[in-house]
């Protein structure tokens, strides 16, 4: 394990990794994973939630949501950010409040 310390200001961090070389690319695939796993978690809970609530009573907006929910877990399994779903307005305010990170504009 190597770790390595930096301080900006009044803050000290350390950084340890298992890992002894750097490899950008790999590091980056590495990001990249725990971002889509991340989203695919949040994804698999909701659902899981969702089929609870369907069962006591049916309401219109889970089961939009449980659709569009499905459409993302395809797209987190395929390897896929769900940036680059297309997603109209209608269903976007239906899912926005899960804060997804793959959702967010990421450069590479």
Do not use: H, W
């Amino acid at each position: 394990m190597t770790c390595s310390r930096s301080s900006s200001g009044s803050s000290r961090t350390r950084t340890c990794s298992t890992r002894s070389t750097v490899d950008v690319q790999r590091d980056y695939d590495t990001v990249k994973n725990e971002l889509i796993f991340a989203d695919l978690y949040l994804v698999e809970t909701r659902l899981d939630r969702i089929d609870r609530e369907l069962r006591s009573e049916k309401k219109d907006l889970l089961i939009k949501e449980k659709e569009i929910l499905e459409s993302f877990r395809a797209t987190l399994e395929n390897g896929t950010y769900l940036n680059s779903v297309k997603i109209d307005e209608e269903k976007m305010k239906i899912v926005r409040s899960l804060n997804f990170l793959t959702m967010k504009p990421i450069s590479p």
